[in-house]
């Protein structure tokens, strides 16, 4: 539940580092108290990186959005990784499939773009990372195939994605099952920095409530 940057309120934004969740590291399955970035050059063959994307495409691209001078979480950590031979794990929904992220790339960046509504970013292009959406995550839990068949919805289910899945009844019924089981399950609370106290890149900054459009306020 770690958020740096984020999309909310209909807007691309940034949260304050006093309302982040520091990021967390593990090690043999405990929470250990450490800054990750001092442990970069300790890790070893097996350890890796879970980072969050804002886009992935067919062609097994992931982007990653960056509001930072110096790249954000990938400026600080994927180069250093890569240097290391640390392997990076990309959970992102299907909700966030776009056609091309290679091409997305060639797009935005802070200093490159005009007018917009919320938050200037880039993006990032990872083609080399370790990709697990709702496909993925079917096939790793239950062996099964999983196929990507509807989009999207509304009262609730927006950003939903529709899955068939294929397999042996048993493990199909016990992937039903944990879906089920966690359907309803409540949304997480929204957290957002008031504009006029926030110093990101960004077109409402620094305007009091009166200000903003009334889906900001």
């Not at 939903?160 to 997480?188: F, Q, S, Y």
């Amino acid at each position: 539940r770690y958020v740096a940057g984020q999309i909310i309120q209909g807007v691309l934004c940034v949260l304050g580092q006093g309302l982040r969740t520091r990021p967390i590291s593990f090690h043999k399955g405990e929470v250990i108290e450490v800054e990750p970035g001092a442990v970069i050059d300790k890790l070893t063959p097996g350890d890796v990186l879970i980072k969050g994307a804002n886009a992935v495409d067919p062609f097994g691209n992931v982007g990653v959005l960056m509001a930072g001078a110096g790249g954000g979480t990938m400026g600080q950590f994927y180069m250093a990784l890569k240097a290391q031979g640390v392997a990076t794990i990309y959970p992102v929904g299907l909700e966030k499939l776009i056609p091309s992220v290679e091409e997305a790339a060639l797009y935005g960046g802070k200093m490159m773009l005009g007018r917009t509504i919320g938050c200037r970013v880039g993006m990032a292009c990872v083609a080399d990372g370790r990709i697990v959406t709702e496909i993925e995550a079917v096939d790793i839990l239950f062996g099964l195939k999983a196929v990507h068949y509807a989009s999207g919805g509304w009262g609730g289910a927006e950003g939903a994605v529709t899955l068939i899945v294929e397999g042996e009844d048993a493990e199909v019924n016990r992937c039903l099952d944990l879906i089920e089981g966690i359907k309803g399950e409540p949304p997480l609370p929204a957290v957002k920095n008031p504009c006029k106290d926030c110093g990101a890149p960004c077109s409402f900054v620094g305007k009091e409530p009166a200000e903003l459009p009334a889906y900001l306020r």
